[in-house]
C-alpha cells in the first residue's frame, strides 16, 4: 500500500483516538451542528502518517473520533445501516458510484476545495465520478502478490496468480476479506476482467477458490501487514501499500503486480449526507491536499499519491519503483474494478458460499 520508524497505525489510531473501531466499534459521538469543534472520520486501516491527525486537531483546535474499517462491504454496510454520523469516509471507486447512487453520500461544493488542481489530470475526471461531483482522490494502487522472498529461489519468485494455488506454500497464504478482489484475481487467472458479469465464469472462478481455500491461512484484509511482516504469510493477495508497509519491517517482503494485469483502484475522500460537521470536512480535505502532507502521507503508507505537486518530495526509491507507479505498459494490463450493477447480488451470492465451502 517509506521513510518513517516502523510504528503500528493500529497504535497510532489507538492512541489518537481512543479506539479504533472497526466493525464492532462503537459510533462516533452526535454532532454538534455544521461547525463545532469534531470531525468524525471512517477510514481504512494503515492509512495515514501518524503525525496528521494530531497536526490538524493542534491546527484547528478540532477533536478528530478516527474509526477503521477492513473493507468496502463493511464500510457500505455501515452506512446503509444509518446514524453512523461520519463526516468523512474513504470509499474505494467503485463503492462511490454505490454510495451516491443510494444517496448516502453528499454532491461537493467544489468552490470550498482548495488545491483540488493538484490532483492528476487522469484522475479528476474518473469513471466512477465524472468531473469528481462526489469525491477528491485520496490514494491509488493496485491489488497484488506480497510475497517473502526467503520462500522462493531467486529465479522463481512468483510473478503471476498461479502462486496461490502452489500446494508447497499450504498454510502459509492470505487472500483478502474483500468479495471484488478476490474473486477478480480469480477470474483475472483465467483471463477474464474483474467486472465480469457471466455467471458461469464467475462460477469457475469460484470453483477454483474452493479448491484452493485448504491452502490459505485467513481472508482478512486488516491482518495482512502483520502477517506478512512476521513470515507467518509467505505470499499473500495485499493492496500495494499494504505490502510495502511490511516490506519496512521485514526487508523479505516484495510487492509485484502479475504479468496478467491487477485491479488497480482510487480511494477517494467523500463526505456523507448526514455528516453533523461538513465544515470540518472540508477542512480536512483541503488539509489533506496540501503538497506536503499529500507527500508524507504517500511515503509512511507506501500507496501512490494522486496529488501531482507532492510527487516531487516523496522517497525517490518510492518514485521509482514500477510496481508503486507503474508505466504504461504495465498499467494497460491492469483494471479498474467497476460498478457491476444487478450482477452485484451474484457477487455477494458467490462470496457467501465460497466463505461457506
Same mark, same amino acid.
Given at each position: 500500500?517509506?521513510?518513517d520508524v516502523a510504528v503500528s497505525r493500529r497504535d497510532f489510531l489507538k492512541a489518537a483516538a481512543g479506539a479504533a473501531a472497526a466493525l464492532s466499534g462503537c459510533a462516533p459521538r452526535p454532532g454538534d451542528g455544521g461547525g463545532g469543534r469534531r470531525?468524525?472520520?471512517f477510514n481504512w486501516a494503515d492509512y495515514l502518517h501518524p503525525d496528521v491527525v494530531p497536526e490538524?486537531?493542534?491546527?484547528?483546535g478540532i477533536e478528530v473520533t478516527?474509526?477503521?474499517?477492513?473493507?468496502?462491504?463493511?464500510?457500505?454496510a455501515r452506512m446503509q445501516a444509518?446514524? =453512523?454520523r461520519y463526516d468523512i469516509v474513504v470509499p474505494t471507486g467503485y463503492n462511490v458510484r454505490y454510495l451516491r447512487k443510494l444517496g448516502l453520500i453528499k454532491a461537493l461544493d467544489k468552490g470550498r476545495i482548495k488545491g483540488f488542481h493538484h490532483i492528476m489530470p487522469r484522475l479528476q475526471d474518473p469513471a466512477f465520478d465524472p468531473g469528481c461531483r462526489y469525491s477528491v482522490p485520496f490514494m491509488w494502487g493496485s491489488t497484488g502478490i506480497g510475497y517473502n522472498r526467503a520462500a522462493f529461489a531467486a529465479a522463481a519468485e512468483p510473478d503471476d496468480w498461479d502462486v496461490f494455488w502452489d500446494r508447497r506454500l499450504a498454510g502459509r497464504m492470505t487472500l483478502l476479506d474483500d468479495a471484488r478482489e478476490t474473486l477478480g484475481m480469480a477470474l483475472k487467472r483465467r483471463g477474464y476482467s474483474y467486472n465480469t458479469t457471466e455467471e458461469p465464469l464467475l462460477r469457475t472462478a469460484v470453483n477454483d477458490l474452493v479448491a484452493q481455500k485448504p491452502l490459505t491461512m485467513a481472508?482478512?484484509?486488516d491482518q495482512v501487514i502483520i502477517q506478512l511482516a512476521s513470515g507467518? =504469510?509467505?505470499v499473500s493477495l495485499v493492496y500495494s501499500g499494504d505490502a510495502y508497509q511490511a516490506g519496512r519491517a521485514n526487508p523479505q517482503v516484495r510487492y509485484v503486480i502479475p504479468a496478467s494485469g491487477a485491479s488497480i483502484w482510487v480511494d477517494s475522500w467523500c463526505i456523507p449526507e448526514s455528516a453533523p460537521h461538513v465544515d470540518n470536512a472540508y477542512l480536512w480535505i483541503n488539509f489533506m491536499l496540501e503538497p506536503e502532507v499529500a507527500a508524507r502521507t504517500a511515503d509512511y503508507v507506501g500507496y501512490a499519491t494522486p496529488n501531482m505537486q507532492a510527487r516531487s518530495l516523496i522517497s525517490p526509491e518510492l518514485r521509482a519503483d514500477k510496481n508503486l507507479y507503474p508505466d504504461d505498459e504495465l498499467l494497460s494490463k491492469c483494471e479498474e474494478i467497476g460498478d457491476?450493477?444487478?450482477?452485484?447480488?451474484l457477487y455477494d451470492r458467490m462470496w457467501t458460499e465460497l466463505k461457506c465451502a
Open positions: 500500500m517509506s521513510s470531525l468524525n472520520i490538524f486537531e493542534r491546527r484547528y478516527y474509526d477503521t474499517f477492513a473493507s468496502n462491504e463493511a464500510l457500505l444509518g446514524g =453512523s481472508y482478512t484484509s507467518d =504469510s509467505l457491476v450493477g444487478a450482477a452485484t447480488f
